[in-house]
Every structure is written in C-alpha cells, then in structure tokens.
C-alpha cells in the first residue's frame, strides 16, 4: 500500500516535470524573450545586458532547473502583451474559473444524478425516452454552439439574462466573488449551464446504466419481497450503490471543466484564466500560454492522482495487483 | 478485407441510422468538393460583392437592390449560401486532414512500439500516457499557439489552415497508436510473422505489408470518429479565433461572425452556419457509432 502510494507520487511528479520542461522550451525557444520583454526599439547593448541578466547564457539544464524552482515559488515572468507579472495575472482571474467550475460540476453533478435515476426507474416512460433522445442531440453539439444557442433565447429574445461578462462582484480580501449578489448569480446562470451540460449528460447517462445494473441484482428482489418501500429501495439501497463509479467520473471530469471553461468563458466574455489564455494564443503571449500549461498541468495531475489513491482505498482487489505493476 | 463482404452490407440496409447518416455526410462531403459549381456566387470574389446587398433577410427581395438570397446575407452583403458551401469546404478539409496526420503519425508509432518494444515502446506509450491525461482541445490550442509564435507574423495568415491541421492532428493520434500498438503486440508472435522475419524482410517491410493489414478495421472506425472530433475541435477553435483566418472562413468563423449580429436582429447569419455544422457532427458521430458496433463492438 505504502509502495504503491509512492510509486504514484513519484509517476506523478515525473509527469509533472515533463509538463514543466514543454513549459520551459516554449518560454526558452519559442521566439525571443528578450525581444519580447524589451520591445524593437532596444539597442543590442540592452539586450545583451538583459540576457545576461536573465541568465539566458547559462547552460540549458541549469536554465531548466531555475525555470522549475520560479514555478514551485509561484514566480512565471512577466506577459509578453501586458508587461503585468504572470503570477498577479492569474491570482486575479483565478477566483472567476474556480466559482465558475464549482457551481456548473455542482449542476451537472445533482442533476445528472436526479435525471439518471429518473431515466433509470421510468425506463419505458415517454418523459425518460424523451430526456435520454435529447441527452444525444446533447453530446453531439459543441459546448460554444450551446452558449451561442443559450445566449439567444435567454438574452436576446427573452431578455432574462445578462448575455456576457461578470457583474456584482464582492471583493473578499483578495477574492472577487460573484455569489453574494443577486447580478453576480444572475450573469453565472448561462455560462455554468453552457460548461456543465455536457458533464450533466455524462452522469445522468452513467447513472442510468448503474441503476439498471445494480436494479436487476438478487438483493433488490429480496429487498422488494420484504415489502421495503419501492422509493427506499431506489434511493437507499440502489443509488448508493451506483455513486462509486460516479464519483470517479465525476472527479477525472473536474479537469475536463477546467479545460472547457477556455470556451464557455470566451463565449461568454467572463474573466477568468480561461478567457486570458486563449488571448495568449491569440497574441502569441508565450509566459501566459505556458504558466496557464502548468497551472492545468498540476490541476490535472492532482485529479488522477486523487482518483488513483481513492481506487486504492474503495477497491481492495487493486492493493492485491498493484504490487506486480501498473495494468 | 473478408470483413467487408455482404455481411456489412446487410447490417448496413438494415439500420435506418446508418443509411440516413452515411447519406447526409455524402451530401455534405459532395456539396462541399463541387462547392464553386454549385455556389451561386463566389463569397471570396471581393469584385462581385455588393454592399448594398448586406443583411437581406433569407428569401426577401434586398430592400435597395432588389435581388434575393436562398439564406440571406450577412454584413459585406455576402450571399450565406456560397458562403455555407464554401465553408463546409474548409470545415472538411482541415477535419481530414487532420485525421490523415493523426491517423498516419498513431499508426506509424503504434507499431513501432508494439514491434520494437523495449525503451521504444516505453517512450512512445508514456508520451500517449502523458498526452491523454489532457483535453484534445486544449493541447490543440497550445500546439496552435506555439506554431504562430515560430511563424513570422507576415505569414501568420497563409499558413493558418496549415497550422490548424497539424494541431488538431497532433493531438488526436492517440487513440490511433494504443489500438495499433495492441494489435501488433499479439500479431508479431504469431508463426506468419516469425516466417517474414526470418526471411529477411526488413522490419518496416514486416510491419506495414504484415502487421498492418490486420488493424485497418479498427483504425476505420476510429478514424470516423476522431474526424467527428476534428471537425468540432475545427469549429471550435475558429470560432474561438485561433483557427481558420477571415480570409478562408470555415463553419466555425461564420458562426463567430454570426453571433455578431444576434443583438441586432440578423438571426439568419447565425442560424444556418450552426444547423450545418450541426448536421455535419451529428450524422459523422451517427456513422462512427454504428462502424463501432457493427465493426468492432470490443472498441470503446
């Protein structure tokens, strides 16, 4: 068990390195940093100095090795566009991503379960055959043509909603936060419906299938032969049963909501990471694109690595395998 | 290719899904090769554009010219019809394209793990590995970044389509390379492969006219839906702005420019650029899915 936790700890640090070493050879080799941060008017005196400076004269390991430590310390130079510092750039936006990511995993989580049971316990029903046909056309569209689609009804013809950007912020000591007003709740509904749709289908999908699953297995019967009411049978014997692989799925999507938000958030003009990494591609702001590479790369590889060490814990059969090496 | 025999056809005529998804993607696929024959007007052709002609409501005489459009048009006065056409154009080139590099790079690596082994197959698998662990979209958005950054600005425009192609194909060969890799590992033990390679031939002669014969179903089948993916992933990144240039617009930078002009209105200009894309995602990912369980319902 002990080993096995280490092993994991060690992959995942590897992968974390390699995600850190594409970082640097983009900062290192795409374009010029100096030419970046100086601009065309800089003498080539200037430049020298500054790369000197920099330590771009170093040897490559060395220079990699300082790029790792800054990382570690939070420290990723200063944007190519903006001349902000990259770290200030991102603990501004970050709160936006995050409150965005917490409430659309929150609604695709309850009710991709609710709709999954529901589809599950009315299989035949005309309601659950007409949610799990829609849940198709769902998955096929691309998550912008959602919120291209959402921002039509509800802002342009219907006028409910803000179409874009986020409104009623509160700032709490270095967090902004949109959750304390009734603006900041009202520009958040569109975009975290955008972001959790498709992650909703996916649970209610999986849950469907869990719950036929675990409805046709001999305990249930029993459970119904001893006269235990039909919804205590659904919800506590049956649905308990099914949260497993739920949660696994809905954990490893966690990082996909992240990556996702990139969309959502530029469709919708929200301020967060997303919104200004896709800028940094756009403008070719490299210290941007790569600190964002390692700011996901970390969020991710924490992700499977929770998943793997909790796999550990739930499946008992897996400490048995894990001595004789990955599967 | 025994596996293409009536068999096929018979589960093919049989399943109204496939017949209908298979014909939309013809059609699609048709219009968008004879695109500049059927298209009544050139959308690139600056000289025959009217401004006047801008924002003509579909199948309404244009308040000044009096001319009309099938789809209307949008803002430059751009008939949307050529413009859906031609864009479906660029929309399925780049989606194969990048298909053809992933599938070309998944397979090539695949067997060479598989057939190699050893710290080969080591550096090959952990790479995938390493690369699954993200989102195909985002590692296309990096790659797309990065090429633009080694590009000089001036060129940045010609070679966009280029640069979308190689990002969307570099991030999708994985799936490629797992299953290819799979195959090869049980084939290579196999006694025709220990015959070829005792008779000489070279391993490269061994993995393609051998190995490779045995995985062209699955690769078929993955290479439909993956050209579902890139064809979202495609839009997506146009639409986003990091894809296809104004001067070439696809589906995705029609729907961009549509989005524009919801507030005012000019519904049309969105409309039917999305129910094309739409349409084009939906029969590709209908027709992967039932290649997949037809084919090869191990696969998922």
Redesign the interface.
Known sequence: MIYTLFQRVIQACF?LL??ALVAFS?FRF??DPVQGMLGQEATSADREALRERLGLTDPIVLQYARFVLNAVQGEFGVSYRTGESVADMISQRLPATLELALISGTFALLLGIGLGVFTAIRREGFVAQSIMATSL?G???????IG??L??VFA?ELSWLP?FGRSGVVDLGGWSTSLLTVDGWRSLILPAITLGLYQMTLIMRLVRAEMLEVLRQDYIKFARARGISTRRIHFKHALKNTLIPVITVAGLQI??II??S??TE?VFQWPGVGLM??N???F?D?PV?SAY?LL??VV??SI?LAVDLLYLVIDPRLKANASEGHS | MSRWDSDFVYAFKRSPVACVSAGVVCLLVLAAVFAPWIAPLNPFDMAALNLMNGFTPPLAPNAFTGETFLLGTDDQGRDLFSAILYGLRVSLFVGFAAVALAMFLGVFLGLLAGYRGGWVDTLIMRMADVQVTFPSILIAMLIYGVAQGLIAPDNRGDLAIGVLILSIGLSEWVQFARTVRGTTLVEKEKEYVQAARLMGLNPLAVMVRHILPNVTTPVLVIATITLALAIIAEATLSFLGVGAPPTEPSLGTLIRIGQDFLFSGEWWILLFPALTLLLLALSVNLLGDWLRDTLNPRLK
Do not use: E, Q
Not at chain 1, 139 to 145: A, D, R
């Open positions: 992968v390699l995600v983009m795409v374009g056309v998955v096929s569209l691309p998550t912008f043509l291209v689609l921002i039509w342009v179409s990082g996909s990556a996702f990139i969309i530029t990494f896709i940094a591609v756009y070719v490299i694109m590479l996901v790369g991710f590889v499977n």
